[in-house]
């Protein structure tokens, strides 16, 4: 299978194609914050929850005043996770895929600065004299914020793979 650019994986995952309007990324973000409200509760755990939508995504923040109460959830492997159902729990409702993002207590930040870490040796190694420099297997979420790191920093990348294998290949210009 042919290599897929940080230009085709942008369009991908956010391409003009199908992209829902304000009213239904409003609605994912209303049901998925209902769903993470009654998630938190079960857990007993406090949190206030944030909606907000922009790239044909809607975004959903979890946060609290005590760290504490949520560095469970903010694991990335929980984190994915719990994106995974509450995207699911969306799409029982409306009948459509959700494409919606989910940051617990600001996993989504810590996740890019690890991100940012990576692309940064991975670029060490190339300008020690390597042709290229492939990074782990990623959600196609992370492979598009490495593309956007990758491209800052005046290299190009290009995702390789299937499905769960599937990562990020970074070389020069």
Do not use: W
């Amino acid at each position: 299978m042919a290599a897929v650019t940080a230009a085709d994986e942008s369009a991908v995952v956010d391409g003009d194609a199908d992209l829902p309007t304000q009213s239904q990324l409003e609605q994912e973000g209303d049901i998925a914050a209902d769903y993470i409200e009654e998630f938190l509760d079960i857990c007993d755990l406090d949190g206030d929850i944030d909606i907000d939508a922009r790239n044909g995504r809607a975004y959903i923040s979890v946060n609290t005043s005590d760290e504490d109460n949520l560095r469970v959830l903010s694991k990335p492997e929980t984190v994915n996770a719990l994106q995974e159902l509450t995207r699911l729990a969306v799409q029982n409702k409306t009948g459509s895929f959700s494409r919606l993002i989910l940051d617990i207590g600001g996993s989504r930040d810590a996740r890019e600065a690890e991100l940012a870490a990576l692309v940064a040796r991975a670029v060490e190694r190339i300008e020690a004299g390597a042709t290229d420099a492939a990074l782990p297997a990623m959600s196609s979420y992370e492979r598009k914020l490495v593309h956007d790191l990758v491209a800052a920093r005046g290299y190009q990348s290009a995702s390789h793979g299937e499905g769960r294998d599937r990562h990020t290949v970074i070389t020069a210009v």
